[in-house]
């Protein structure tokens, strides 16, 4: 008759020790930041401030002119920094705290020719932009600090771009060496740290700019039966959160898949997440392979990504790595570009029949009614204790039944 005691006994432990993540207390609470007017395309929040590219009507309509704004969050300014002069366009808009960059490119418009590509600087509250680099394919410039780097041909290549350093402090350029881009749009720049793609291995690469050391994140891996490479990936203090895309190259198995992992830097471990409910798992359930996701962010706190829950439906996902708390926003509708900073998060949405809107989410960080308290990681006798509660238990029903 014991045998009833132990077997309930090991179902209430697997049923505690298999709990889901802690969600996080608060809520999210989301407004739809006003732009005059314009067609918001992509955005970052840094701090107190918005920065966002914008089309002054459709933003499909390549001689629409391009505009950078800054929005306030504390006053609720909004300010129109410059726009785009045919036949160039402008693009790629990016912050960090008062520092302010973007590129500008010729237009897609056939039989007309544009100068060559700029990169621009401007620093907040001034706002006066400054040309730092002119030249051709120079692109996707990324700030932080005194800082910029973007991609641009080197060496006279037309098909393999590199990365160019400027110092505000010295107002000099330089070409880092040894470097290729895969996806110069997606190269990062944290501190003294450059995150990119290698144009030759399609490595995930992290770059360090002072002693020129590189380490590897993740590696593309290729094998008989399949191919994993790099699909997207995020980094920002000591975090890197990527997504893998791996197909199936056997004649039985032409399927594609993904996953989510997230990196640390400083004890250089690597651990998978669901994308469904942000928990760190050994291996994925069949609702973790078949799920939509994309468009990690972090700030290096905490990280993020966009859950694809239906047609014109999405969660966004944040996991706070340190506690597992997680939160979820729902949004209903596509997100593109979310950005995040402290408690704050920005995205656009583009939902079927609505036009495209600039979004700011802001974290309640009080509770919130049904909410979960994360698992207390300094108290681990409390797990303890509950599992031998749950053995004894089992144990005093299996004597009365005994009885």
Known sequence: MKTAGYILCTFLCVLFLAAPPALAAGQWQT?????????????????????????AGDPMNQSIPRIVCLYSIPTGTLTRITGSVPPMSLTGAQISDTKLVWFEQPEWIPNVTGGPDRILLATIPQNTPQVIHTGDDAEWPKVSGNRVIWSGDVNGSDYMQ?????????????????????DAAATVLDAGTVAFQDGISMDLVLYDIATGNRSVVAREVRTDASATNIDSFAFSGNYVLFITRTLGLEKDDRGESKALFLYTLDDTTTRLISPVNGAFVNTLTKEDKSATFDSPFTDGRRVGWVHVTGIGRSVIMVLDPESSEVSMLPVDSFVAFPSMDGSRIVY???????????????KDEGPSPGSRSPTPTSAPGFALFTVLSACSAAYIVSGMKKR
Do not use: H, R
Not at 31 to 55: C, E, K, N, R
């Open 348 to 362: 656009t949405t583009d939902g079927f029949g609505k036009n495209s809107s600039l979004v700011l989410a802001t």
């Open 31 to 55: 407004v739809t930041v006003p732009v005059d007017g314009l067609t918001p395309i992509a955005a970052q929040v840094s701090t107190d401030t918005i920065v966002f590219t914008a089309a």
């Open 162 to 182: 590199g990365i160019y350093l400027y110092d505000m402090t010295t107002g000099t350029s330089e070409v880092l060496p040894g470097i290729t881009v895969l």
